[in-house]
């Protein structure tokens, strides 16, 4: 679950760097909006929540 | 609760008002003057011939004093090649030359001196809002820090960072940091990923210009390392947190320093695919702060919450801190530093748009003065007092939060940026402590990584179009300009950023971590955890002639020392 949060992050990364060959601007900013949010999952979603299954406090 | 809505009414009316007065939304162009028009005399090209001809004070005139200053400064101190033949234009020209640069060295060496001080505004706050039990464990972080992070930019980060960073004309071209790594990705352009001169400051780099630059950019890399030991205190193991801020000053922050400003990948946005002037980042809001709150949130997520933060059932304990004057003047601190910080970025005050400092200045007090405003407003309408940490911690918002736009945005926009910036740090704190579970006593992950990330969308949103620094920006002619103001391409490039620092520094942070986590260990005992690490990590107490009681325990340190 910690790697999947990483690959999601990356995965992000990439998404948003995809917005450069996109043409019309609007589009430009869904597409980095988009990949900053799927990053924003990947690190506050996917990782964290795989932390937080053997978090210190649940012992 | 009829005086709490009073006083939400009363905040929203007197926000339209200030909005209203401020001219926010009348379009750009009612702000815009006419230049004044100004008659370009009948230039008469000077000849040395003219320079014989000008006369300073006399020896006897100097003798008496010169209590006034107009006899200090003249054609006299020029300083001329060759002596017999009195003053050339060449050395005239020279002078003019060095003049600007030295100007320009100084400038840049105090605000960095300035930025230095900061260490100790960083020292106070973290240790402040720390349990007396931990005193000096974080004080003892936040000094090292300045020795494992200089050493390690000293042998290799200045190098990956600024290698290839030349031309710079405000500090005399940097000429020998000219060799920068890049490989042809995305439509073949060219990606520059880490720059390959500069290690150790040796060979061509024993230069005087490349010398000021890395003491301005070491005090920057800095304080990035100095954001984690306060989001990890209380639990980090001292020889864990030496090995992590190696990595990072080696490694995690010059690589993002070299995509946003040492002629990397993300500079070069606009001058490769046409987005704006690329990645723009003033003075470090992404560069320094979003990267240190990131690494800070990748060490916390690693090492866990401390002992006690939150019970069984995942609720939250407070755990507050033992010195509320040292955390406020800390803040007081860290405002004055950030003076070297964001009109510093300049790095020349003479020459190529340099003399906007002033208003860069002023962007920066403005902001931290309404960041301050925003989350003690949040504070006060939430929790019905004002809550003196998080004010300083809204002071800090709304200072990281300008730190990239800050000369690029006019004095409403830096108002707004660090009123929303106060506001969201409380929002974020509430966040990460409730939602995310992640223990982070000193509220470093939203302060400098939140507030950071909001700084760097700022300059795609706000940047003005004012701004001119010496006729183009990473390349690309012309001012820097957000979306209100008409170019929806910054806005991008800006994303594109954001996007960078959490889907590959924070990654890259978090990796060097659980690799050194993995090798020694990041976090403490139990027991000595619960002790406090003052004994158990650094051999002595912070304060030993006060009995402190642990929470917890119920055992004073004393006797555990016993």
């Known amino acids: 679950m910690k790697l999947l949060g990483l690959v999601i992050a990356v995965l992000g990364w990439l998404l948003a760097i995809m917005s450069v060959k996109l043409a019309s601007p609007p589009a430009q900013i869904i597409c980095a909006l988009a990949g900053f949010t799927v990053a924003l999952i990947g690190v506050l979603g996917v990782l964290n929540a795989a932390h937080l299954k053997d978090a210190i406090w649940k012992s | ?562």
């Open chain 2, 1 to 562: 609760m009829l005086v709490r809505k009073n006083l939400i009414r009363t905040s929203v009316r007197v926000l339209i008002l200030a909005v209203y007065f401020t001219g926010w939304f009348a379009p750009a162009t009612v702000f815009a003057q006419a230049a004044p028009v100004v008659k370009a005399a009948q230039a008469k090209p000077i000849t040395d011939a003219d320079l014989k001809n000008v006369a300073g004070p006399k020896p006897d005139d100097l003798a008496k004093g010169d209590p006034g200053g107009a006899l200090t400064g003249t054609v006299n101190d020029i300083v001329v090649s060759d002596s017999k033949q009195g003053l050339t234009l060449p050395d005239l020209v020279n002078m003019v030359g060095q003049n600007r640069i030295a100007i320009n060295f100084v400038w840049t060496l105090i605000a960095g001196f300035l930025v230095m001080f900061m260490q100790a505004g960083f020292a106070a706050v973290e240790t402040g809002l720390c349990r007396a039990k931990n005193a000096n464990h974080t004080m003892m972080m936040n000094f090292m820090v300045y020795g494992f992070g200089l050493f390690a930019f000293w042998v290799m980060g200045f190098a990956i960072q600024q290698g290839g960073c030349a031309p710079n004309t405000n500090l005399g071209g940097l000429s020998p940091l000219n060799s920068e790594f890049t490989v042809n990705f995305l439509g073949g352009k060219p990606w520059g990923l880490f720059g390959q001169k500069g290690f150790f400051l040796s060979g061509s780099s024993y230069d005087v210009g490349v010398m000021v630059m890395f003491l301005f950019q070491m005090v920057f890399m800095d304080t990035a390392t100095t954001i984690v030991t306060g989001a990890a205190a209380e639990r980090w193991k001292f020889a864990a947190f030496a090995i992590s801020t190696f990595c990072l000053g080696a490694i995690i922050y010059p690589l993002f320093g070299n995509w946003a400003w040492g002629g990397g990948w993300l500079s070069q946005l606009g001058a490769n695919y046409g987005l704006g002037h690329g990645y723009c980042d003033f003075a470090g809001s992404g560069v320094v702060h979003a990267v240190g709150g990131l690494t800070a949130l990748a060490v916390s997520m690693i090492i866990g919450p401390r002992i006690g933060k939150y019970t069984r059932s995942g609720k939250p304990n407070p755990m507050p801190g033992h010195d509320i004057t040292m955390v406020l003047l800390g803040c007081f601190i860290l405002a004055f530093g950030w003076f070297g910080f964001n009109p510093g970025s300049t790095l020349g005050a003479s020459g190529a748009g340099n003399l906007r400092i002033g208003s860069i200045a002023v962007n920066t007090m403005l902001a931290g003065c309404t960041g301050s405003f925003g989350s003690l407003l949040y504070m006060w309408i939430r929790f019905g007092k004002p809550d003196a940490s998080m004010a300083g911690n809204g002071l800090l918002a709304g200072l990281v939060a300008i730190t990239a736009p800050s000369g690029f945005v006019n004095t409403p926009g830096a108002a707004i940026i660090g009123f929303a910036a106060g506001m969201l740090v409380c929002l974020s704190v509430e966040f990460v402590e409730r939602v995310l579970k992640v223990d982070d006593p000193v509220g470093a992950i939203s302060v400098h990584g939140a507030c950071g990330l909001w700084g760097v969308m700022c300059v795609g949103l706000f940047a003005d179009g004012t701004s001119n620094y010496g006729g183009s920006w990473n390349g690309v002619n012309g001012s820097v300009t957000g979306l209100f103001y008409g170019d929806p391409h910054q806005f991008v490039a800006q994303l594109i950023g954001c996007a960078t620092l959490v889907g590959v520094i924070f990654t890259l942070a978090y990796v060097l971590n659980w690799v050194v986590d993995v090798i020694v260990g990041q976090r403490v005992g139990a027991a000595s955890e619960l002790e406090g690490l003052d004994l158990p990590e650094m051999g002595a107490l912070g304060y030993p002639e006060f009995q402190l009681v642990t929470l917890g325990t119920g055992r004073s340190v004393e006797i555990a020392a016993q």
